[in-house]
């Protein structure tokens, strides 16, 4: 079976004055078709580039300087632009944060989505407004008619999102990446968001890379997981085993970070320290100066993957390394 | 249709505008005036370009109610050096000022929206020429390229020719001095666009370059258009006067209103005071009207704007 998604050894720099800096490292992960994953980390540890690399729309100065990514069995990474147009927003749709900035304030709602589907199928405009009627009704609103004549601010927040959402599963795409889709909402509205997003995912068999840094959001809806740390992959596996036994220190870290019931009235745990600048890696291990358990090797040399049978999947530490000798 | 009327009707602009005097005044005056110069071939007592009902002898009679009964009930106004009704020719001048004003703007606002849409939108190079030639544009006065033009026109086809292709010509001038207003105006509201999130998705969609551009960004850069548009229509109008009045304008067989007070200009001190003094207070009231709208539109799209 081919892959939906295949990203080989991606590396993405920024080209600046001051010479080129390294926002991804380097990273390797798979999406089958169907399958969720999650991509978590800190704010800056890449998540976001990953995600526009994969539709090869990296601001500039951003470049991808070596790797590739294979999408349904074809390299898209050095695709010309028309060509890969045709793939954004159409076989890779993307949702994003906030979706009062996403919606374009002066058109409608129909007239967006109407526009997307105009854009890459050939259909008159009656059937793509029958399109944009069926997608918003897939997404649960509400008399669908009379939204697609409104404007996006007479409408609310999670509203506005399942817009979105409908939007981007208006092509029936294979992938949607979803970057931190509902950190913009409040709590209620995110779970809502989040089912709906799961359901849709299960239900027409799409692939999804979930990028966020809320590990109880990636729980609910992911079944893979890939933590990133200052533009690297440090550690991925199956999402259940990872949350319930890190293996790596810093997604120890993050998960004993998480507020939970059974620890009431105790300080939450925090890693120390602050993730590093791009531009100032420590040389080894990333991660070392903030390692409770950082050992001489990692402050000289960088761990590869480690196969990781508690996890089902690899770490980059050598605590597994060592264990294993 | 019935809908856009209802939400005509709850709109802010509506409202905004019942409750502004200023506006209200002056919207009705503008009316007016637009409806009384463009129905000047039903509603004027007599046709200024028909030569055939005009008589020398009528020339340079007093309004009718100034005239101590010298001036003729026909004439409500007077007439000019020439024996034509001046209410007539003011309407029909007025008409051709206006004409030109909006015309001239159309072709300022079209080469302007492009232009400035590409210099925000591409930057750079793009940007840093096209602006660059906005700075040479501006630094001409808008007198001096007409003046040079009509030089130039005249001089390849001929007086004669140039009293037909007036109209055009005007706009093209008045359009090609006056486009950086335009392409700075968009350019800057443009860059403020761009950065935002709906682009990067509209682009995330896979929509192209000019679509984006067109169809995404220059919708949302609509409020500051409109308003220095009413502006210009204003400045439009003044140039076509002011070049009328030099002569480099509107010849004096189709007055408009600028060569109608340079037609009387050379009568004022012989006493023949009404055939400037009418056109030049229309072109104030309208001048005017037009500004003072300018500004209610500039309040209303833009409620950031502290008014003191």
Redesign the interface.
């Known amino acids: 079976m081919t892959k939906l998604l295949q990203v080989n050894d991606l590396v993405v720099k920024f080209g600046l004055r001051a010479g080129d800096l390294t926002a991804l490292n380097g990273i390797t992960f798979s999406l089958d078709p169907g399958e969720r994953m999650g991509l978590v980390g800190e704010s800056g540890a890449g998540k976001s580039v990953a995600g526009f690399s994969v539709i090869n729309l990296i601001g500039k100065p951003g470049f991808i300087a070596s790797g590739n990514v294979v999408f349904e069995g074809e390299e898209i990474s050095s695709l010309p632009l028309e060509k890969m147009r045709d793939i954004r927003g159409n076989r890779i749709s993307m949702i994003f944060q906030d979706p009062m900035m996403t919606l374009n304030p002066v058109l409608t709602v129909g007239t967006q989505m109407m526009e997307t589907v105009l854009a890459h199928k050939k259909v008159s405009r009656a059937e793509a407004r029958e399109t944009a009627l069926e997608n918003l009704r897939k997404v649960y609103i509400p008399s669908p008619e009379k939204r697609l004549e409104q404007y996006p601010h007479e409408l609310s927040g999670g509203m506005r999102q399942r817009i979105v959402i409908a939007t981007s599963l208006i092509t029936n795409p294979s992938l949607i990446i979803a970057d931190e889709p509902t950190t913009a909402l409040d709590v209620t509205i995110q779970a809502e968001i989040m089912d709906l997003l799961l359901e849709l995912c299960e239900k027409e068999r799409k692939g999804l890379i979930l990028i966020t840094h809320d590990l109880g959001v990636v729980s609910q809806v992911t079944r893979k997981i890939a933590v990133m740390y200052a533009g690297r992959i440090i550690e991925k596996g199956e999402t259940d085993k990872i949350v319930r036994n890190p293996q790596h220190p810093y997604t120890r870290g993050l998960i004993a970070a998480l507020p939970q019931t059974e620890q009431r009235g105790k300080r939450l745990a925090q890693i120390p320290g602050m993730m590093p600048n791009l531009t100032s890696i420590p040389p080894g291990c990333a991660f070392n100066p903030r390692c409770p358990h950082a050992m001489d090797i990692c402050r000289t040399r960088e761990p590869e993957m480690f196969p990781c049978p508690e996890t089902g999947g690899e770490t980059a530490c050598f605590l597994l390394d060592q264990e294993r000798k | 249709m019935m809908?856009a009327w209802r939400k005509f009707k709850e709109s802010y602009l509506l409202y905004s505008f019942l409750h502004d005097k200023v506006a209200i005044v002056s919207f009705t005056i503008l009316l007016v005036l637009v409806v009384g110069s463009f129905s000047a071939p039903l509603i004027a007592p007599h046709d200024p370009y028909d030569t055939a009902t005009i008589d020398i002898m009528n020339s340079e009679l007093p309004p009718f109610l100034l005239g101590n009964g010298s001036g003729s009930s026909e004439f409500p106004l007077g007439t000019d050096s020439q024996g034509r009704d001046m209410l007539s020719t003011m309407l029909y001048g007025m008409r051709i000022s206006i004409l030109i004003g909006l015309g001239a703007v159309a072709m300022q606002a079209a080469l302007g929206i492009m232009l400035g849409l590409l210099a925000g939108y591409i930057g750079k190079k793009v940007d840093a020429v096209l602006m660059r030639l906005a700075d040479i544009q501006l630094s001409f006065s808008t007198m001096m390229v007409a003046i040079v033009l009509s030089a130039v026109f005249q001089s390849m086809f001929g007086v004669g020719r140039y009293e037909e292709m007036a109209v055009p010509f005007l706009i093209i001038v008045i359009g090609i001095a006056e486009w950086p207003q335009y392409a700075r105006t968009v350019r800057a509201s443009v860059m403020a666009e761009r950065k935002?999130?709906?682009v990067?998705?509209?682009?995330?969609?896979?929509?192209?370059s000019s679509?984006i551009m067109w169809?995404?960004i220059l919708?949302?850069t609509?409020s500051p258009i409109l308003v220095i548009s009413t502006v210009q229509v204003a400045n439009a109008v003044m140039s076509e006067a002011a070049l009328s009045f030099l002569g480099l304008g509107m010849p004096p067989t189709q007055p408009s209103l600028g060569s109608l007070i340079n037609s009387g200009f050379e009568y004022i001190f012989s006493g023949s005071w009404w055939i400037t003094i009418f056109p030049g207070i229309l072109l104030v009231v309208l001048i005017l009207v037009i500004n003072l709208l300018g500004d209610w539109l500039r309040d209303v799209l833009n409620p950031k704007l502290y008014k003191g």
């Open positions: 809908r935002k999130e709906y990067e998705a509209a682009r995330v969609i896979g929509f192209s679509r169809r995404h919708p949302n609509l």
